[in-house]
């Protein structure tokens, strides 16, 4: 039978119960006097009859079935989440901030300007870049408006046979989607053995019919490309530019400035390096930064400031895309990554990365004993295992996933990057501790020996979640959202 918690508020409802107390309506009224008849609802409808009591029980538990970073290590490869500090949440939700409008007088909120400008002038400095935009809504929304502004350049300069963008297969998959999106053919390189991009295979594939390249990096399998300045060499001198994909910037930020490497543009994941909450679908924010000769063609407003020391919205852009977000992007978004660069600092960014890598490297170390590693270098801010040593005739990584929802914590990313095998891909963040990164590589080890002993655990596995193993295209494509009266 279904404890009280596994049912829907609809099948806690009991007729009859509140859970409030208005009181009685002492004036006389003639609803249909007030409101026209044809807007006024004819059936009752059917909203759950429950207590506060039972509402606060049904979603204080719902909550609790949602595995999250506040319960544990989430290591998600590529996702970076990493804790998200509770100071960042205290200013978004300053008065000042939480209660403007963004139609407000310029005048009245010369505060959150400031704001804005100051992260622009720190994300700036943070990737090498000139100017910022910081409407996108997300990495692969400012992938987009980047590859949006080399396209405005080579309209511009009259150059438009330039109809391709060359992707490297080791880029995250929103790499060649985005081009796609923005109109551009595709031509994919291979990485050699060591996981570099091939320079040959480059070499020969650009021309003048190359608008950019775009580069994740460090790429998907967490290694940061050694022959970066010949890469970016070899696009600018057949007339294209470079897009970085900056989403990993965790792993080099305060080292390493994308840049100086080169290239022309670059997004930011907030929602991953500058600790912004993500997941669920929830805002992010993916500024975009770009050197000086691309300023004219970004997103308009920028905010600016005036010789005075005052800001505005500076809509100044001879050649802008227009707006690629409406007004001004995730401002509470931004408020957050603007507090914890503040905590921060240059310093405390330079060593989240560091310690980042080193969280990383810690755990390929002890896991590549029982896992194999089909990259075994020093890794960046994550790496890639290629499933269990020896017996994956009977175990494959989705049973390894699920066995590790056993172990109570949530799984890292599995069968992505396509580019390896049986694919685990594993981010701890550097905000996860040497005793919470040693539990987590003590379940995939415990794992390990059960799938020699007993792989039938594996392969039924998960058996303590409330739902074992759903049919998960049918589960997202064709998810009820909606409660539907079960037939009487
Ligand atoms: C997460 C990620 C993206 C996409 O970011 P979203 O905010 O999910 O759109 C792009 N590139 C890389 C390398 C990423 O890790």
Do not use: W
């Amino acid at each position: 039978m279904l404890s009280n918690y596994d049912k829907l508020i609809f099948e806690v409802s009991e007729v009859g119960r509140t859970g409030y107390r208005l009181p009685e309506l002492d004036v006389e009224c003639n609803i249909e006097e007030v409101i026209a008849s044809e807007y006024l609802t004819k059936e009752e409808l059917n909203f759950p009859e429950v207590s506060e009591f039972d509402v606060v029980r049904h979603y204080t538990n719902l909550s609790s079935k949602n595995y999250s970073l506040d319960q544990g290590i989430y290591p998600l490869g590529s996702c970076t989440m990493k804790y998200n500090p509770r100071i960042n949440e205290d200013m978004a939700a300053l008065n000042g901030f939480r209660n403007i409008h963004p139609m407000e007088d310029i005048e009245d909120v010369q505060g959150a300007l400031r704001l804005m400008y100051e992260l622009q002038k720190s994300l700036a400095e943070v990737a090498g870049m000139d100017h910022i935009t910081l409407q996108p809504a997300a990495g692969a929304h400012g992938e987009y408006t980047g590859v949006s502004l080399i396209r405005a350049y080579h309209e511009k300069n009259g150059d438009t046979k330039r109809d391709k963008i060359i992707v490297p297969d080791s880029a995250h998959g929103t790499n060649p989607a985005t081009a796609a999106m923005a109109g551009y053919k595709i031509v994919e390189i291979k990485s050699d053995k060591e996981g570099m991009v091939d320079l040959d295979a480059l070499q020969a594939a650009v021309g003048d019919d190359t608008a950019g390249l775009m580069l994740t990096n460090p790429n998907t399998v967490g290694m940061s490309d050694k022959n970066i300045k010949d890469i970016v060499r070899i696009v600018h001198e057949a007339g294209g530019l470079c897009y970085y994909d900056g989403a990993n910037l965790n792993a080099i930020m305060g080292h390493a400035r994308p840049g100086d490497m080169g290239f022309d543009c670059v997004h930011y994941n907030l929602h991953k390096t500058m600790s912004t909450p993500h997941g669920g679908g929830g805002p992010g924010s993916g500024p975009v930064g770009c050197k000086e000769f691309l300023h004219e063609f970004l997103p308009v407003p920028v905010v600016s400031k005036k010789d005075d020391g005052t800001y505005f919205l500076d809509y100044d852009k001879k050649y802008t895309l227009g707006k690629v977000k409406d007004f001004y992007g995730h401002f509470a978004i931004c408020v957050r990554a603007y507090t914890y660069i503040l905590t921060m600092g240059r310093d405390g960014l330079k060593k989240a990365s560091e310690v980042a890598v080193l969280n990383a490297n810690y755990l390929q170390a002890i896991l590549k004993e029982y896992y194999k590693l089909p990259l075994d270098r020093i890794c960046k801010h994550e790496f890639v295992l290629a499933g269990l040593k020896g017996v994956m005739s009977e175990v494959n990584t989705l049973d390894i996933a699920k066995r590790i929802l056993d172990k109570g914590f949530h799984a890292p990313t599995v069968y992505f990057p396509l580019i390896i095998n049986e694919a685990i891909m594993i981010e701890p963040t550097e905000t996860e501790s040497k005793a919470s990164l040693d539990a987590f590589a003590n379940a995939l080890i415990e794992i390990a020996k059960e799938a020699e002993e007993d792989p039938s655990i594996l392969n039924e596995a998960p058996h303590n979640t409330p739902v074992s193993r759903p049919d998960e295209t049918k589960a997202a494509k064709d998810t009820i959202l909606v409660y539907v009266e079960p037939e009487k």
